[in-house]
């Protein structure tokens, strides 16, 4: 028998939101080339201080950068998520610096959100399995209970080896299509 997805984690950069084609600081380059794989802000903080000294003031630009730089792709996403399935969870689980934390709240209805996961402040990052099984274990799931979205092959690929359900995220991907063909496929 088929188990019901009762989670779905969207990974944020390139899924749920996309970078604006912007001019940046040279300053605000190099951070920006930092966000990615950061199992805590210490690392980030320490790598940032080659290029600004105070941490004061990298946080500052950081978090103005983040703004600046991420256009939410579908501000509706969530709403509809749960307009059509009431029970389902919604988080988002990202490999980032813990300061897009703001970012999130601000840009997307918390009232819809159930979670949000980041490298930095939960101290593993995608590929690795832990990752995943992080999940797995917090929100008390089994593996095929989990829809997993995300961009990059080699994210998806480790959920698959966990026996994760995943959605491979394509810039003319229309996600609430993709997430509803998906689990009425399966039988929800």
Same mark, same amino acid.
């Given at each position: 028998?088929?188990?019901?997805?009762?989670? !779905?984690?969207?990974?944020?950069?390139?899924?749920?939101?996309?970078?604006?084609?912007?001019?940046?600081?040279? &300053?605000?380059?190099?951070? *920006?080339?930092? $966000? #990615?794989?950061?199992?805590?802000?210490?690392?980030?903080?320490?790598?940032?201080?080659?290029?600004?000294?105070?941490?004061?003031?990298?946080?500052?630009?950081?978090?103005?950068?983040? #703004?600046?730089?991420?256009?939410?792709?579908? *501000?509706?996403?969530?709403?509809?998520?749960?307009?059509?399935?009431?029970?389902?969870?919604? !988080? !988002?689980?990202?490999?980032?610096?813990?300061?897009?934390?703001?970012?999130? #709240? &601000?840009?997307?209805?918390?009232?819809?959100?159930?979670?949000?996961?980041?490298?930095?402040?939960?101290?593993?990052?995608?590929?690795?399995?832990? $990752?995943?099984?992080?999940?797995?274990?917090? $929100?008390?799931?089994?593996?095929? &209970?989990?829809?997993?979205?995300?961009?990059?092959?080699?994210? !998806?690929?480790?959920?698959?080896?966990?026996?994760?359900?995943?959605?491979?995220?394509?810039?003319?991907?229309?996600?609430?299509?993709?997430?509803? &063909? $998906?689990?009425?496929?399966?039988?929800?």
């Amino acid at each position: 028998m088929l188990k019901m997805i009762k989670v !779905i984690a969207f990974d944020l950069v390139g899924v749920l939101v996309n970078e604006k084609d912007i001019e940046l600081t040279s &300053e605000e380059d190099s951070l *920006e080339r930092m $966000f #990615g794989d950061n199992i805590n802000d210490s690392d980030y903080l320490i790598e940032a201080r080659k290029i600004i000294a105070k941490d004061s003031i990298i946080m500052r630009i950081t978090e103005e950068l983040i #703004g600046k730089l991420y256009k939410v792709k579908n *501000e509706n996403l969530f709403k509809d998520i749960k307009d059509k399935y009431h029970n389902l969870k919604i !988080i !988002i689980a990202t490999n980032h610096v813990s300061f897009v934390r703001n970012f999130i #709240g &601000e840009s997307f209805d918390i009232n819809y959100l159930d979670d949000v996961l980041i490298s930095a402040e939960i101290h593993k990052v995608k590929p690795h399995l832990d $990752f995943y099984e992080h999940i797995l274990n917090k $929100f008390q799931l089994n593996p095929e &209970e989990l829809l997993f979205l995300d961009d990059n092959q080699k994210n !998806i690929d480790a959920a698959k080896e966990l026996g994760i359900n995943t959605i491979k995220v394509v810039k003319q991907t229309d996600l609430f299509d993709e997430i509803c &063909e $998906f689990i009425d496929a399966n039988g929800w």
